[in-house]
Every structure is written in C-alpha cells, then in structure tokens.
C-alpha cells in the first residue's frame, strides 16, 4: 500500500496509517497529525471505542473510523472521567481514606485489561485491520494495548506521547537514561537545580515511581502480553513522539530514536467569531485574559467558581471564560461565559493580556507559541509541575485552587500583566519555540513518513533494549572480574602459606638434622 | 557585531565568528564551514599557529588568518606526524618496548602546555581577539586550549569532532552517556552487540580509557586551566558539532546540545580535469578503482607499496591512486599515481566502482554519500573501528596492513565489485544519509547562528554540568539513606533490648517480692 514518499530523491505516493488516540486533549492534538497526514495524502484509519467519550464526535474529513464495541456504554466513562476530576478538585473537603478508596474503586471499575481484550480479541475488527496493510500504526499510550495491536499487525509503531508516570515508561522501556539527581521525577516540586534534601526526596520518588510501575504493568497488562511483557512490546516502538521541547521542559539525554516535537499542533491564528471580536475590541487599551481550566473541569466547585468571578469583576480587562454547568452567581458584567472557547486564536489576539490555566500542556504550548504570561491554577497530574516550569522561568503566577481567595487572583493577574518581566520572559521562552532547525509538525510528518518509506527505523534503537537490567548495569561482568581477583588473590595467599610451611618444615628438619 | 539572523521572523546580519581549526583532514572538513559561513555573510577568522602544516596554506577566500608564533619550525610538527605514521605503519618490524618508547619521546616532545601556552600567553594576539568582539568560536579539540581561549574571550564555545578517545572526553566533560554494556569503545573490535566475554573486555577498556583520560588531562592540561579543569573549560561548550550520523556509528542517547552532522563535508561531485576524465572513461564498462591512504601517509612502507601496485595490476578496473613519495616499481598500466586526488569527485563519477581506503572519516562518509563499496585497510586510531563498521553492516572488506598479501587485495577488490550485495547494503546506508529531516551542513549552521543570535544555548544543557560525580551516582543520598535505616535499625535495637531487660527485671523482682 505504500509507494514512496517525496524526500530529497524519492517520489511521492500515500502511505496507510492506522492511528489508535487518547481521550479529551489527547485526541485534540493527535487530530492535528491527523489533518496533516490527510493533508499529505495519506489514508487515515482512526481506531475508537464505540464508548469512547470525544474521538467519535469528530468529523470524519479525510479520514476514516473503524469501531470497536466495548460492554460498557459512553456515559459510564464519561462518569469515571467526572468522578476523577471530581475526586482532586474535592480533595480538600474529604479525608485522605476516602481519596484513596475512590481511587481504588475507580481502578476497579475501569480495568486496562477489559478495553485492551474488547480490541484485540475482537476477530471482525482484528481481520478487517490485517486486511488494510497498515504501513505504520500511531499510538498514544492513553489508551491500553494499541502496541500489542501493532505487533499483532505486524505493523511498525510509532509512539505519540508527552511524559508518562514520571518518564518511568520512556525510562523503563524505551531506554530514556533518567538520572534522579538532575532529572527531577513526578510529582515534580523542583527544577533540575536540587539541593540536598530535595535530591534525597528525587531519589526516593524515582524509587517509588518504578516500583508501582512495575507492579502496576506486572498485574494489569503483562497478563495480556505474555509470552512477552508490556515493556518488551512498546519497546518495540521505532519512533517515540514526545510532546515536549527544551524551552518547557528540563533538558536530559534521549536515545537518537526520540523526537521532541512539543507545540506541534499550535498554528497562528484564525479571526474570531464576529460577536466574540466585538466584545474583545470592546476591552480599549486594557485588553483581555482567557481563563480555562481545561475540558475536563465542568464547573464541580461552585464555591470556587464564585471565587473566581468575584475576582475577575475586580479587573479592568474584559474576560472570557470557557465553563461548562452552572453559571456562577457572582459574574460581573467584564466576564463572559462560554461553553467552548477557539482557545488558540484567542492567545494569539493581539489584545490579550493573559492566560488563567490549569496548565494543561495543550494550553501552555499554546501561550509559549504566542508569548501570553500565565496565571495557573492546577488541577491533578502532570499540571503543577507544568505550571512550576513556567513560575521558574518567571513566566507565570501560581495559585492553589484550594486556598486560594478573591484577592489572591485579582493579585496574580496584577502582577502578570503590569509586571513588564512575566512578558518579557515568556516572549524569550516563544523565542526558542520559534528558533528550532525544523517546526515541530513538519519533525513529526517527517518521522512518520520515514518509517512508512522505510519500514521502521532501527538505525536509530539503541541495543539497550536487548539486554537484561543486570547486563545493563555491567553487574555480571562486575561479578566475574570480582570473581577473578578473588579467585587470584586466593591463590596467591595459598601459595603463600605453602611456601611459608615448605621452608618451615626444611628449616625444622634441617635443625633436627644438625 | 552581531545583527539578527534569518530563521522565521529573525532579521539578517552578519555575525562575527573565530574558528580554531585542527590540521590535516581537520582542516579538510572544517573548512567546508569556514566557507558555508563566509557564503552566508558572516566575518570568519581562523586561529593558527605560524608552524601550521596546512591550514596557513589555505587561501583567504573570504576569511582572514590571525597567526601566533609558535617557537618552533614547521619542518618539526612535520616530522612530528611523519615519525607518528611511521609508528605505526612499520609497527609490525619493531618490538613493542620499542614502539612505546618512540610514541613515548614524541609526547616529551611536543606538549599540548607548549602549544596551550604560544597561543593564550601572547598578548598581541589576545588583545587583538579581543577588540575583535567575536559571538562564537567554532573549535577542533585537536589543537589544544581553544576552548580555554574562548573562556578567556569570554565567547561561546561550539566544539566541532568526530569522537575523542573512546568517547571519553563526550563522556566525561561533555556529560553524554555511555554505558559499556552496549556502547562498544576505543579500540572498538565488536559491534554493539557484545557477548559476555566482549562485554568483559569492553568494560575494562571503559575503565582503562577513563583512568588515561583523566590522568593525562589531570598533568598535561589542568595545570594551565588552574583554578578550573579542562572538563569545566569545555563542558562549557554551548553546542558540540559531532562529525558522525547512525548510519555510521552505534546509537546510544546523547543530551540535547549534541547535534550529528556526520558527512556535512560531501557535495554532489563537480566535473573531472579533462586529463582525468579521458582517463576515467578509458576504464569502459569495467570502471574504475580509487585508492587513497590518507593525507599523512607518504609512502613509509615501500615493500607495502610494491604490493598494492602488482595487485592493482592484476584487476580489470582503472586505478587512479593517491600517493605522494616514490613511485611503486611494480606499477601496472591500468593504474595512475597522483600527487593529490580530487576525491569527492570521483567518488561521485558513475564509473566508480570501489574505493581503496585507509578508513578515514571524511572518506568514508564520502563513500556513503555516493553509495561506493569499500575495501579497507586501517592503519591506526579510530580508522579500524571506522572500517570495521562498514564491513559488519555487509558494505566494505577489511584487510589487515601488514599481513595482506597481493592476492588478498585482489580477492577483496573482486568481492565488493562482482558481489552485489556490498553495492546494495552501502546504498542502504547511502540512503539512510540522505533521508534526513535537514542536511547535516545546515543542522550545522542553524546552531552556529542560534549561538550568536541567542549568545548560547543553555536551556539545551543538562544540570548534570554542576554535579560532581558522587551527587551526579546519587551516592552522597545513598549514604544518607543507608545511615538513616542503620540508625533507625540500631534505635529499635536498643529500644527492644531496653524493653526485655526492663520486662526481666520487673519479672525477677516480681519472683523476689513473691
């Protein structure tokens, strides 16, 4: 199915990719390879759940879906989705044991293994994929098993992904060299600076995160893989994709087979709709701030949402918000309220002053792309550690979603947006952005199509993925030459002793003899 | 001196740059940069010593030289190289405590300190440098101290190389990791696949290159850097430029700011001298044979020379041969000598069937360019690793210096010409080449420009730089940790012996009072 694809001297034909995609924002800029690839004359097969909660909604332009049925139904993962956000954003009214349990239960409810039997076990879907001759499958680990697909395909994978568990998965099985005493694991709250306490505490979280990623993969997915593991099959991947680049992330080594293509999906921006245009022209000198906290985020915290609104009817900006549920009670008339927000044409408004985020890595990439200074309010996960890198670089202002008050906002965006150094340093951090060899998209088609031209890329995979964590290490070889010197020095002190009783007994015998 | 410089919405100016270049093949490819920047507007000076093989005989084509005298004559470094060729290329008719002792009065010699010292402790030339307010020095490791100039300067550091002792230098200063379980290193005779008994080896070749490196930097070079090292002299450097790709060298991760433009010095080949070409075309269907050993080897071993030449004689191919000193008496009519080759060219010339090589990088990486088979004949330093693998990935045979006999050469020569599979296993990795998201000289120069327009490139520099290497093992936190178990162990001890002793008394006075 592939013919050769126009690069230097070769020609150009569509190659056949089959693209297994995340959830939510996942989805959001994995669709953005995915006009691309259309684009370029590609044909696109995109793998979805019948339940799945986004990716189904899209638009099938250009490409094509092919299903598979789940027992459940899309209201219960939606539900476990609300559930989750639930559970961080109530964090603070609930105690630490009803946390866990809800967690736990969560877990329970939704296993990997029931989404990863529900796709490859499904023998339409499995025969209907074989017979397209995928020429590279695309894959973000979001959702479970689409490596073990692949390798029952056949079919080189590519692995599209941000950062995975504290980089254990790129560690662990793609051979990334993480080192605890300058690459600062997840829950990040340092830099790459540490003193020594706050290596000790690095240290002990790396410890932490491998041993529940081992047993995490080693009861939910090994089970599936066998004869082989988890780690063994993604670490089959030719290329990984990683959504993340040096200006907004903590430089450290990466095998020639990692491309870091962070920002990729920003593009300059589209005009706004005309009401939306009006109001935002209507902000004069002031300008605007855009305030998200992300599509997951459905208004769970009225208390907080008040909060919110009394702050931003203390400022002169005019504020757009994007907030789905109840509107809150103490909006001002300088706030509207929107069910969605074209977000990325918003930041590159020549008017806008500021970004309130969750600091989601979509919406960071966004604000770097167009320079916009941060105020963010993290959620759960990756995010503090997203907006901790931009306060670092003095680029943004963080709030506690949990203790923060009104004034402690209306404060923030103060300070971002009269404080002429959050500009500036966020305009120097876009800078870099914009300053690579390559635009991050163009990296990404380029890889994509090189292992569609030549069926993967081996040239690139480090032969540390052949060898066991104690070969890694040299600890056999340590053994043998430890081995060898004792062996040695045995010997030596045997002969020794041998010698010594030799020239003993001739002397003992020699006095007897006289 | 440094305007802004076109890359997206950059403006163009001129920037000001001083390049330390290394002599012979060094200078060769190093060169191809001096000219790429003078093509793209920006004022070039070239360091060089007065005692300078071949970069003082370079034409100023668009650059200019600034010299600092050296107190000794160029006739000296001359013999210098001519006596280190002879080393090795009559090593096999000399005893080894012989070798040793000739390669150990060459160091005596001429020192790295004295060549260190002609060029920073002459003020002329500094004071000079110094008004003329570079933005970055491109430097060659292979002539000493640039990177400590540049400190000095107060200047960016780029390094431009291939790969220092085994990796070592990459390693240790550069912070590049590599591990000897599966990064094969100097003298390389696996690939990066080892078994145990190669691992073994491998190791302690790890170790002993390492225990070298650092003795030999700690007496001949840390002296003049006082107070800092080398290591932190150079490990400054902003970006390293490595002469190498992986299609031609074993993967393994590397930081950020190590950038892979092997082969950036190849063309696509230029007309023949008119002489040459008839020459060429003479050769008919058969086609034509290049045989080059380098730009230090003079014909020292004639015996060696009269066999090539009988050899040469025996094939139906035309020879065009690089060789300066005397001429062979057993020459052929098939085969021509020259004092200088143009190379690149005919590499490039359809008619090439197979190149005769020394294993040189440049050559080499020229031969990948044009897709041309090899036979190789390494006559010391990296160039048998160079050469041994091409002959592992199937593209070049490998024939030993001093043992090869004539029917060797002749067998070799007919192997990669008549067995099709040397062709297409180098066209492989001819096109692993050119199948690259950007060509190596451009990679190159985008880095050199975003250096001067960003005065460096510190967020693609890993913190490890700060570590020493106890806290870069986390070894300082391993001790912690093991004192604060030990001590919790030794309180629970003492507590529980506490606890029984008490229990016993109480128990004993108990039975008393009873």
Redesign the interface.
Known sequence: PLGLLL????QVESGNVLVIPGEFSHWHNMRVIVEELVERNHSVTVLVSTASNTVKYAKEEGFKFQFFSVSREEHEFSAMWDEMTDIWVQFKNSTILHTVSRVIDLMKNVSAFEICEAMIKNETVMGTLRQSKFDVVLYDPFTPCGDLLADMLNVPLIVVMKMFFGYALERICG???S????TPTHPVRFS??MN?PE??QN??QHVMLTTIFYTLTHVQLNPLYKPITFCDSIGKAEIWLMRSY??WD????????FVFIGGYHCKPPKPLPKDMEDFVQSSGDDGIVIFSLGSIYKNQNLEMSNKFASALGKIPQKVLWALRGEKPETLAPNTRIYDWIPQKDLLGHPKTKAFISHGGSNGIFEAIYHGVPLVGIPLFVDQFENILFMKNKGAAVMLDFFKMEVEDLVEALDTVINNPSYKKNMMRIS??H??Q??KPL??AL??IE?VM??KGAK??????H??TWY????L???V??LAVVGLFVFLMVKTCCFCIRMCCWRTRRKNKTE
Do not use: I
Not at 7 to 10: D, H, L, P, S
Not at 250 to 255: D, I, S, V
Not at 459 to 464: D, F, G, I
């Open positions: 690069v230097g001297f070769y051979q990334m060299p080192t605890p005493s300058y790459d600076r020594f290596r000790v240290f002990l040096w200006n903590y430089p450290r080594p990466f095998p020639p087979n800078e870099l914009h300053d060899p390559t163009d990296r380029f890889w090189f031209r030549n040239h690139l995979r480090v032969q540390a052949n060898l070969q890694y290490y040299c056999d070889v340590a043998f030459l």
